[in-house]
Nanobody, 128 residues
Framework: QVQLVESGGGLVQPGDSLRLSCTTS????????MGWFRQAPGREREFVSVISRQGFNLYYANSAKGRFTISRDNAKNTVYLQMNSLKPEDTAVYYCVATSDSLTSLRRRQNANTYDYWGQGAQVTVSS
């Protein structure tokens, strides 16, 4: 079993930045592709970003490209999501996820069912 714990959420103003962290326990994070989903009120969970096991391959949703950066530090069993130029529509609960999948399929990368483990979620609110 793998446990995922997110941190770093909060309330920020439009245009601000925020960094989410997710630390794994139970098994080395290097065994898994790690990523982020989010869910806004009244909406389905949506893919945000994912990074391959050694960090060589990064993938982003169109809504995140150019503003968000995913990274990982396997020595710390931690994955990060740096979010810049935040918009009110980024308001959501952000979930850290882990998968054993190869991440070579776009369809599978963006499908929540691909991910074996989920964190409890971190609230991000962007409001003036």
């Amino acid at each position: 079993q793998v446990q995922l714990v997110e941190s770093g959420g909060g309330l920020v103003q439009p245009g601000d930045s925020l960094r989410l962290s997710c630390t794994t326990s139970g098994r080395p994070s290097s065994n898994y592709g790690m990523g982020w989903f989010r869910q806004a009120p009244g909406r389905e969970r949506e893919f945000v970003s994912v990074i391959s096991r050694q960090g060589f391959n990064l993938y982003y949703a169109n809504s995140a490209k150019g503003r968000f950066t995913i990274s990982r530090d396997n020595a710390k069993n931690t994955v990060y999501l740096q979010m810049n130029s935040l918009k009110p529509e980024d308001t959501a609960v952000y979930y850290c996820v882990a998968t054993s999948d190869s991440l070579t399929s776009l369809r599978r990368r963006q499908n929540a069912n691909t991910y074996d483990y989920w964190g409890q979620g971190a609230q991000v609110t962007v409001s003036s």
